[in-house]
């Protein structure tokens, strides 16, 4: 009996000898070899963060839509907070560092800011201490090439002489009056959602091509009324 008891404590002794391990080299921190990333950042468009995706610091190597590493940023409480996050003990195939969006299966979506680390040998901190969420590039990449573009083209493919493409789609939009409304409105009125064509036709059946579906998440008509809001601005 007594050799079982002592069995039992020894077995316990051994069981937190190496949790207590664990605690001390938590993943991650501390210990890791390679340089470090660190990023200071504050975001503003707020209401346009993204939910069906995650925003992330990304490393990345030759592969730039896979990331090597990546940590999951939350969501700020305020425009004012200054977001501090580290990547720690970057793997040496890292090339670039990236402020992303990526899918759930950590395939990249959208990089708001690439910083070209190179063969850096000291650890680096962002040169960068402003994101847009509601950016209007953002928008063309997430939004117009992939759901938009096919249709609204350049040249004479354009559906409704609208090109979305990039480079075309900003002069096409910014207070240019749509065709199709029957009250006059601009395809985007700056700072007025509710004046804008554009949002008419992703949020009622209004014309021909009902465009209603078009979106395959409603946060990306957010994230276009959120820029509308912001003035609309092409950055
Ligand atoms: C499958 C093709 C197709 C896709 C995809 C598509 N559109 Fe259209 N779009 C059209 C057609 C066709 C019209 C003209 C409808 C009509 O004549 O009633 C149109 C009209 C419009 C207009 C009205 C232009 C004006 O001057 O009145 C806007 C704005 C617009 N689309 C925006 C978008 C946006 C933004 C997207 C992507 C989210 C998109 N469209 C995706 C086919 C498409």
Redesign the pocket.
Known sequence: MNKIIYKLFFAVFLLLISCDDGDLHPEGTGEAEGLKATMEVSFSGLKAWPSAYQMVLAAYGNDTENPLMSKQISVPKSENDIVVLDLNGLPEEARTIGISILTKGRKLVYNYYTYDIGNATEDVVLPISQINVASFDRIQHQ??DN??????DAGDKA????S?TDGKSYMS?VK??????ATNKN?IEPGMPSQS??VD??TEDI???N?TD??PQEE?VTL?KEWITQGAKDN
């Open positions: 939004v117009f759901y938009c573009a096919p249709c609204h559906a409704a002489g609208l979305l939009l240019v009056k749509a065709n199709l409304s395809r064509f554009l036709i992703l014309v021909n091509y465009h078009v979106l990306l276009i």
